[in-house]
């Protein structure tokens, strides 16, 4: 578990769950989407969970097996303990959790907003796919590569079936480039199929724009709130999208943070509001870039603890660690795959 926290954070802020592509690491993350310095301007913190190679050679989440993708078990119960050990030590809203993520990260993200619904405000996905696609290795690729055309009741049954949650549902934002080779653009559909169904909304946009290269399209229930956004990159391949050259500059291009003039983050912000909880932060001397680490009991990671069947609570063996403070190397340059990698 890694976090960042403004200084001077104050109770009741937002917290912001970021979650790696395969072969990233959390610190390149950070540095490629920026949500670290979004967070110094808007006031809130970010926790970015960090899987183990002895989890994932390729540092995928497990978003494809069963044992990880059910709610109570493997590494969804273990980032859901990382969120509540994160409420506690920054005293953060609880009803203003979000999460998002990249490919498998995305994917990923998908599950954590299934499988505890209650537990997020909002959700931002990423060239990622929709919960309950795949369940082995070969399905997940299946899911990535081919039109899988599965029917919106179908998509909608697996978010219901993956808790008892019945509603209020987490507000979703989706991203997807037209021509991304390593996640089928289709997956953004499923996706929007998926939450609408469980929305109880119509599969038909209640409104469209376009702002420069990008369709944005939006679902709002019968209050005129907006519910679901989802947002197609002309041209654009497999990658988090970025402006960075505009006055909403946020993070920096590198393999898999592609700066196409739209600033991903600061849209998805907004659509969850955290410009509303804006608090005027002191700013330091210097950029803060600091990165807080807080292994689990004996060293490891959380997500290992969870993952390999350990019954103890990951949040008692964070209170019997010890938090410590460090800074992390941030080369975008040294990822080389952001989707599923076949181990």
Known sequence: MLAYSP?????????????????????????????????????FAVVYPQQQPANNPKNCFSWFLPGDTARGHGEALSIREMVEHAIAAFAADR???????LSAGGAMASVM????????????????LPYGCA????????????????????????????????????????WHGTCDP?????????????WTNVQGLSETPSSQEFIESCTRRLWCDANGEALIEAFSISGMAHGVPLATTTEESCGSAGAFFLDVGISSAHHIGR????????VEMPRAAAPVSATIQIPADGGSSLIVAAAEGANG???ASLAEGE?????????????????????
């Open 7 to 43: 200084e001077h954070l104050p109770p009741k802020a937002p917290l912001v769950i970021a979650l790696h592509g395969c072969t990233q690491t959390s610190a390149e993350y950070d540095h490629g989407t920026g949500w670290s310095s979004l967070a110094d301007s808007l006031g």
């Open 271 to 278: 659509f969850w509001r955290l410009h509303e909880s804006l």
């Open 135 to 174: 369940s082995n290795v070969h399905q997940a690729f299946e899911a990535m590569f081919t039109e899988q055309g599965h029917a919106a009741q179908a998509l909608g049954d697996r978010v219901r079936a993956a808790s008892r949650h019945r509603g209020p549902w987490p507000k979703i934002s989706v």
């Open 113 to 128: 907003l299934a499988t505890y619904p209650e537990v997020f405000a909002g959700g931002a996905i990423i060239a990622g």
């Open 95 to 101: 009803r203003k959790v979000f999460v998002t993520g």
């Open 323 to 343: 938090e410590r403070q460090g800074r992390y190397p941030l080369d975008p340059n040294a990822v080389k795959a952001a989707g599923l990698v076949q181990n």
């Open 313 to 315: 609570s990951a949040e």
């Open 182 to 194: 390593i996640v089928k653009p289709s997956n953004g559909e499923d996706i929007i199929r998926q």
